[in-house]
């Protein structure tokens, strides 16, 4: 039996990012493919990987497809040649949502830290469960099961602020011209340093957090609550 191949990072941001960002910033001018062509090749290729990663999957990722829906709005305001302001309020509509969505989820009975963070994939929930139990403390380590989702929401909150922020300094060229198409490589390539980093560190916060929770709550340490490969 075959074992799928496991995806190789450098390959995607290659994809998803680096290769874009070039075909925009070298590859717009009217001598080159022009706005409109270059554009469309830029965004064919995260376009189709994502498509390609959903299909190898075999079920419905709902970031990846989210990803898919955020790069074809992109590409309409370029093509439709729509007022650039868009632009910024599509970059934070997307995280903003999300942000709704998982701060929500703390008001219900599966808050999505569960679901992003406090996995069988990485924690030893059975151990974990077991030893809560023993303590009493089942129901306090829910109460920080919600905390923690807030602290995701948060991070969601943050890139939508930075997102419109960053969109509106940065691409101010009318859509469709070469200048809006290389605007929007400049916006994809600081992005990622800008926002998704101070969104991690927000993340690897929740985790962290409940990681202290575990020893205080059940008196088991990181170690011994994440689960060996």
Do not use: Q
Request: aromatic share 8%; no cysteine.
């Amino acid at each position: 039996m075959t074992t799928a191949a496991k995806p190789n990072p450098l390959l995607e941001v290659a994809i998803t990012l680096l290769v874009p960002a070039l075909i925009l910033m070298k590859l717009s001018a009217p001598e080159a493919l022009g706005p409109v062509h270059a554009l469309l090749l830029a965004l064919s290729l995260p376009i189709a990987w994502g498509t390609r990663t959903l299909l190898r999957e075999r079920r419905l990722n709902y970031f990846a497809l989210l990803g898919i829906v955020s790069l074809l709005l992109t590409g309409g305001i370029g093509l439709l040649e729509l007022d650039p302001s868009w632009l910024a309020v599509k970059e934070a509509a997307i995280p903003g949502l999300i942000g709704v969505v998982v701060a929500g989820s703390a008001f219900s009975r599966r808050p999505l830290a569960r679901v992003l963070i406090y996995t069988p994939a990485l924690f030893d929930v059975e151990r974990i469960a077991a030893a809560l139990e023993a303590r009493g403390s089942h129901d306090e380590f829910e109460r920080r099961l919600r905390i923690a989702t807030w602290m995701l929401g948060g991070a969601f909150f943050f890139s939508s602020a930075m997102n419109y922020t960053l969109a509106r300094w940065i691409v101010t060229s009318p859509a469709g011209s070469s200048a809006f198409n290389e605007e929007l490589a400049r916006l994809t390539l600081l992005s990622y340093p800008m926002i998704a980093l101070p969104a991690t560190v927000i993340m690897m916060a929740s985790l962290f957090y409940l990681a202290r929770s575990l020893r205080r709550l059940a008196g088991i340490g990181i170690g011994e609550a994440l689960r060996s490969s």
